[in-house]
C-alpha cells in the first residue's frame, strides 16, 4: 500500500475469528456453483461484482493470504495484503503486565518480488514462535531489526499506540523502523471517540516528518444489517456471551461495512447489496 | 479566583442524573429504554425528579424484551402499554439535557458513559433523528460517569485535566478499560463505601438509584480533585 489520496476500504477476513470481518476467500463464483445462497461472501466474489482491481486486506495472520491471491487474481483484481501485528515493549518478557503496552501495526507488502513476503513472513514466524503470550507478539527492536525495505508500515486508527496511548492507561514509546509511515485515519465509522482519536492522529502526523495520514475505511461486512451477524459471530467465540448480553465492549457501529463505504464514496447501493438486504 | 475553587464540589452548575432500563445490555440494536428516569441537581441536592414509562409499540416492544432483563427489572407489560409517546419523553429529556449546548447541564450517571449513551443513541435512532456519535464537544466534555469515578477513586487514578475538557474525557475512558477483578464500583458498594445509608426495601425503585447516584457522585467528588 502507498498513500492514495481517495479513501481506502480496508477488508478483513474471518481468519482473525473476533478480531476480523465476516469475509471468506472462496475464489468467485464458488458459492453459485455450490447452489449457496446464504453464508459469508468471497472478497473474490465481491471485487468481481463491484469491478475492484485493487483490494486491500488487513489480517493478523495469512491463513487466507494465498487463497485471496490466486482468487482476487482470477477476479480481476490485485491483492494489497496488510499483516496487522501486535507489537509490545519486550517480547521475552511474558506477563500480565507487559499486556499494557500492546499495540498493533500494518505491515503492508509493497515489493514486486517475493522479498517483502519472505521479510513480512518472517516477522509472523518470530512473533507466532518466540514472541507468542496469548497471540503472537514482536517487539520494537525484532521488528526494526528484521524490517525490509520493500515493507511500509502503518498504523491502524483504532488500536495503534496512538490509541493506546490517549485511551488506556498504556505509555508506549515506539521504535518504529526507518522509512515513511502511513498512519490510517477511519471515516465515517461512529464511534463514539472518533473525534478526538482523529484530532491525536492528525496532531502526530503534523508533527511527524515520515507521517502521511491514509484515510481508509475499514469493512467487515457488506451491509450494515450484518453488524448483527458480527456480534453474534463475536458472541460465539465467547462461550458466556449471548445477543441479550454480548460481551463485546463498545460494539455500538453498523458502519463497518461496505454499504456505508459506497453511501461515503457517493455510489448508491449495489444491485447485489439489495438483494442482501431484501435476503436478510 | 482561589486554587481549586474551579473543582466541581464548588460548582453551582446543574446536573442531570440519569438511569434507563432497557430490553436488554446490547449496544448495537434491538434494544430500547422502557424506563427513563433523571433528576435536576445543583452541588448534590435534587431539585426535581422526572420519571417515565415509554409507550413503544407493544406488537414489537414487547415480543423483544429479554427474560434476563424482565426479571431484573420486575418488568410489567403495562407499563408499555400505557406508557407516554416516545417522541415526547425524549423532547423532554433533550429540553433538558440540551446536546448541542457546551454551556449545558452535567450529564451524570453509574455507566452513563459507557451504556446509557449508547442506549440514547439507539433512542434517538429509532425515532428518525440523527445520530449521537460521533460524541460532539458539546456533549462529551459534559459526561460525567460515576461508575468511572469510583473506580479511579478506589484505584487512586488521578484526572490530568479538569472536568469539561477533552482530557477529561479521554481519561474517563483509560478509567473505562483498567477495569480489575476484585473491586467493586457498583451503586451499592459505593454506597457502602461512602456511608450513604441505603434503605433496603427501596433499592429497585429507578427513582431511589437515581438519588443514591446522586448522593454517591457528591460524596466522591468531595473526596476526588476533579
Same mark, same amino acid.
Given at each position: 500500500m502507498t498513500h492514495n489520496a481517495d479513501i481506502v476500504p480496508l477488508f478483513s477476513t474471518?481468519?482473525?475469528?473476533?478480531?476480523?470481518?465476516?469475509?471468506v476467500a472462496e475464489k468467485p463464483g464458488a458459492a453459485k456453483k455450490a447452489g449457496r445462497k446464504h453464508g459469508p461472501l468471497s472478497l473474490c466474489d465481491l471485487a468481481k461484482t463491484e469491478g475492484l482491481k485493487q483490494v486491500h486486506v488487513v489480517d493478523d495472520?495469512?491463513?487466507?493470504f494465498y487463497a485471496l491471491t490466486k482468487g482476487l487474481k482470477e477476479a480481476g483484481a490485485t491483492l494489497h495484503f496488510g499483516l496487522k501485528l501486535t507489537v509490545c515493549d519486550d517480547m521475552a518478557v511474558k506477563d500480565e503486565?507487559?499486556?499494557?503496552?500492546e499495540s498493533k501495526v500494518v505491515v503492508w507488502?509493497?515489493?514486486?518480488?517475493s522479498a517483502d513476503y519472505e521479510a513480512a513472513i518472517n516477522l509472523y514466524s518470530l512473533a507466532a514462535t518466540? !514472541? #507468542?503470550?496469548y497471540v503472537p507478539r514482536i517487539d520494537w527492536k525484532t521488528l526494526r531489526a528484521h524490517w525490509h525495505s520493500d515493507l511500509v508500515m502503518s498504523l491502524p486508527f483504532y488500536s495503534s499506540f496512538l490509541a493506546r496511548n490517549l485511551m488506556s492507561f498504556a505509555s508506549i514509546v515506539p521504535d518504529l523502523p526507518p522509512g515513511p509511515l502511513l498512519v490510517l485515519q477511519e471515516v465515517d465509522?461512529?464511534?463514539?471517540?472518533d473525534e478526538i482519536l482523529t484530532e491525536a492522529v492528525e496532531r502526530y502526523v503534523a508533527a511527524t516528518p515520515s507521517a502521511t495520514l491514509q484515510r481508509v475505511k475499514s469493512v467487515?461486512?457488506?451491509?450494515?444489517?450484518q453488524a448483527r451477524t458480527q456480534l453474534t459471530w463475536a458472541s460465539i467465540l465467547d462461550?458466556?456471551?449471548?445477543?441479550?448480553?454480548?460481551?463485546?465492549? !463498545? #460494539?455500538?457501529?453498523?458502519?463497518?461495512?461496505w454499504e456505508s463505504y459506497r453511501e461515503l464514496m457517493g455510489l448508491g447501493m449495489a444491485g447485489n447489496l439489495s438483494e442482501q438486504k431484501e435476503a436478510a | 479566583m482561589s486554587i481549586g475553587s474551579d473543582l466541581l464540589r464548588f460548582s453551582n452548575r446543574p446536573i442531570l442524573c440519569a438511569d434507563a432500563e432497557t430490553q436488554?445490555?446490547?449496544?448495537?440494536?434491538?434494544n430500547l429504554i422502557f424506563q427513563w428516569s433523571f433528576a435536576e441537581a445543583v452541588r448534590g441536592q435534587i431539585t426535581r425528579m422526572h420519571d417515565h414509562y415509554l409507550g413503544w409499540d407493544k406488537g414489537r416492544f414487547l415480543p423483544r424484551m429479554s427474560a434476563g432483563a424482565a426479571q431484573v427489572t420486575r418488568f410489567n407489560p403495562q407499563w408499555i402499554i400505557n406508557g407516554e409517546d416516545p417522541e415526547h419523553v425524549l423532547d423532554v429529556w433533550e429540553s433538558h439535557?440540551?446536546?448541542?449546548?457546551?454551556?449545558?447541564p452535567i450529564l451524570l450517571g453509574h455507566n452513563f458513559l459507557s451504556f446509557d449513551t449508547s442506549l440514547w443513541r439507539l433512542w434517538r435512532l429509532e425515532l428518525g433523528?440523527?445520530?449521537?456519535?460521533?460524541?460532539s464537544p458539546a456533549l462529551r466534555r459534559r459526561i460525567l460517569d460515576t461508575h468511572l469515578l469510583a473506580r479511579a477513586w478506589k484505584e487512586g487514578f488521578k484526572a490530568p485535566a479538569r472536568f469539561g475538557t477533552d482530557e477529561f474525557y479521554a481519561w474517563q475512558l483509560k478509567v473505562a478499560k483498567a477495569h480489575r477483578k476484585g473491586v467493586k464500583t457498583n451503586l451499592a458498594q459505593m454506597c457502602k463505601d461512602l456511608e450513604i445509608p441505603v434503605d433496603s426495601t427501596r433499592t429497585h425503585e429507578a427513582t431511589y438509584d437515581i438519588w443514591l447516584n446522586v448522593a454517591v457522585y457528591w460524596g466522591l467528588v468531595n473526596k476526588m480533585e476533579i
Open positions: 474471518g481468519a482473525a475469528l473476533k478480531d476480523g470481518g465476516l469475509f495472520r495469512f491463513a487466507n503486565a507487559s499486556l499494557k503496552n507488502m509493497n515489493g514486486d518480488g518466540e !514472541g #507468542f503470550y465509522q461512529r464511534m463514539p471517540y467487515y461486512y457488506t451491509t450494515r444489517q462461550r458466556g456471551a449471548s445477543w441479550d448480553k454480548p460481551r463485546v465492549d !463498545g #460494539f455500538t457501529s453498523r458502519e463497518f461495512s | 436488554r445490555v446490547n449496544q448495537l440494536e434491538d439535557a440540551r446536546p448541542d449546548d457546551p454551556d449545558g433523528r440523527s445520530d449521537l456519535f460521533p460524541l
